[in-house]
């Protein structure tokens, strides 16, 4: 097939995708993709058709025997390092925030393109991403909220921060969370988040000191939109680590 | 106070099985073993080794959790491609005992929500899965069947055509007008 002049593989791109195609042919689809774009577009759409052929599938549930199998299994020696318990879990959000989200673009595409070659081992490539120094602050929570739970994971050198929480009060549509920086006795306010109906939320904080500069942070309802100082309740808090 | 998984994110959740928390593997499993298990089935037609496949592939998510790239796509596209990839693996080393021309797919049904809580990931999943078969649905039952045996059993062209005793140019037909015709549809639907 040809478009303006250039030979491309749009006929053989279903077969790439099927994993169908002989060795030798696959490696040219590969080798032409890395350098066609109206391919790569072909190519990452019928991608997005495999991804979501197995939702099509009628679904069934292995006896209950396959998930007590699979727990007893996971007792290695990885789990029995394991901290169990709430504290444990909370830190272990941190996680989340390691993560940096792959470049968009050109770069999808051609993740699109190698992904499905390269899944197994990929899925094989450990990264161990769990060296990247954190800091992990619970925030107490005060009468008004006394089911609320709050963390805060923060950067080694207090550089950038996420709180997450969990059981705040749902607010009503003109209300939001407002999250303090205190220093010296002077707030600043860090953001607005609001929760979904089990009181689950997540802020990145913004602040124009580093967040080891402060020393302490709150949560408190403000109106929509936020409000120059806190005026509302106070729902979580904790002092910071400088 | 105990935290509450079911409404975690699957990212969330596969950061802490990344870290070794037992329950958010629990909560993970309970969101996408009949997913991991449904495609490891259709390409054996054997339970036993679809349950082998579908706790294989839980252990390595305890084991990798931390491999899982967003740019993959969604967690349920890269836990199906594992499953369908493990489970082809398997297939191919004693096909000859399990000969399967039958994928079962999901007719498309009325809008009903699945049992649980239906938090949020739960009604997202399932509202693809509606229409993902509502698509698939769309096309003649030749194309369902050759496209499901190319895609979830990894068979080739020649194999399909010897098992349905057809010419290898109409099974070439069939699997690519299938997925032009899905393509199709999805862009339709803007689904992804």
């Known amino acids: 097939m040809s478009i303006q002049g250039e030979n491309h ?14 060795d030798a042919e696959a490696s040219q689809v590969s080798t032409h993709l890395a350098g066609c774009l109206f391919c790569q577009a072909e190519y990452a759409r019928l991608q997005q058709v495999a991804d979501v052929l197995p939702l099509a599938l ?82 107490a929570n005060t009468n008004e909220a006394p089911q609320a739970v709050g963390t805060l994971i923060m950067g080694q050198n207090g550089d950038y921060g996420t709180l997450v929480v969990d059981h705040l009060p749902l607010l009503d549509a003109e209300q939001q969370y407002q999250v303090w920086l205190i220093r010296d006795g002077q707030r600043t306010s860090s953001g607005l988040f609001s929760v979904n109906y089990e009181g689950y939320g997540s802020l990145e904080l913004s602040a124009p000191l580093l967040l080891n500069q402060y020393d302490s942070i709150g949560v408190t309802i403000e109106p929509r939109g936020g409000s120059p100082g806190p005026t509302g309740a106070k729902m979580l808090g904790s002092d910071l680590p400088h | 106070m105990a935290m509450d998984y079911t409404h975690f994110t699957d990212e969330i959740l596969l950061n802490l099985i990344a870290s070794s928390d ?105 509202q693809r899965q509606q229409r993902i078969r509502w698509m698939v649905a769309q096309l003649p039952a030749e194309q369902k069947l050759a496209l499901g045996m190319a895609f979830f059993q990894g068979l080739t062209h020649t194999e399909i055509a010897g098992a349905l005793n057809e010419p290898v140019g109409t099974v070439k037909t069939r699997i690519r007008l299938g997925m032009q015709k899905l393509r199709t549809l999805l862009q339709d639907e803007q689904l992804t």
């Open chain 1, 9 to 22: 593989v749009f006929d053989l791109l279903t077969d790439y995708v099927l994993e169908l195609l002989p």
């Open chain 1, 58 to 139: 009628s679904q069934a549930s292995p006896s209950p025997r396959v998930k007590s199998n699979l727990m007893a299994a996971i007792h290695s020696p990885k789990s029995q390092t394991s901290i169990s318990g709430e504290t444990m879990s909370w830190k272990n959000l941190a996680g989340i925030f390691r993560r940096r989200l792959p470049a968009l673009g050109m770069a999808l595409i051609m993740v699109l393109a190698l992904s499905n070659l390269l899944l197994w081992r990929q899925f094989n490539s450990f990264n161990d991403l769990a060296n990247t120094s954190m800091q992990v602050i619970t925030l």
């Open chain 2, 22 to 126: 037992e329950n958010a593997l629990s909560e993970f499993y309970d969101r996408y073993s009949r997913l991991v298990y449904s495609v490891a089935l259709n390409t054996l037609s054997d339970i036993e080794r679809a349950e082998e496949v579908t706790q294989d592939v839980f252990e390595r998510v305890w084991e990798k959790a931390q491999s899982y790239n967003s740019g993959q796509g969604r967690v349920a596209t890269w836990l199906a491609s594992i499953a369908r990839h493990r489970s082809i693996d398997l297939y191919r080393q004693t096909r000859s005992r399990h000969e399967n021309m039958h994928i079962t797919w999901q007719e498309a049904e009325a809008n009903d929500l699945p049992d649980g809580q239906n938090v949020e990931w739960e009604v997202d999943l399932h």
